[in-house]
Nanobody
Framework: QVQLVESGGGLVQAGGSLRLSCAAS????????MGWFRQAPGKEREFVAA????????LYEDSVKGRFTISRDNAKNTVYLQMNSLNTEDTAVYYC???????????????WGQGTQVTVSS
């Protein structure tokens, strides 16, 4: 019912910024919560950020709090992840997901994008 496509990944130097986008289609975008997760080589997928469709929930993983900002433009059916002050530990494949509520639990999101690679060089 929901299709998600991430974009905006790439190579950036430590201390730099990058903005990821996730375009959604297939159902009413404004009625779903959105989340961002990432998976680094050799590690499990971890929560990054999430927000509810109405702004009632806003969640961030501690290591990105203050550096990353999740936002959404319902008119464009797109959710964003603005990433500032990037460091090498942020290197990972970033995935967006949609679900009925904002949560840090990945299994609660039924819809996922294919991911976009973010590489931070020293």
């Amino acid at each position: 019912q929901v299709q998600l496509v991430e974009s905006g990944g790439g190579l950036v130097q430590a201390g730099g910024s990058l903005r990821l986008s996730c375009a959604a289609s297939g159902r009413t975008f404004s009625s779903v919560a959105m989340g961002w997760f990432r998976q680094a080589p050799g590690k499990e997928r971890e929560f990054v950020a999430a927000m509810g469709w109405s702004g009632g929930s806003m969640l961030y993983e501690d290591s990105v709090k203050g550096r990353f900002t999740i936002s959404r433009d319902n008119a464009k059916n797109t959710v964003y992840l603005q990433m500032n002050s990037l460091n090498t530990e942020d290197t990972a494949v970033y995935y967006c997901a949609s679900g009925p509520r904002a949560t840090i639990i990945s299994t609660w999101y039924p819809y996922w994008g294919q991911g976009t690679q973010v590489t931070v060089s020293s």
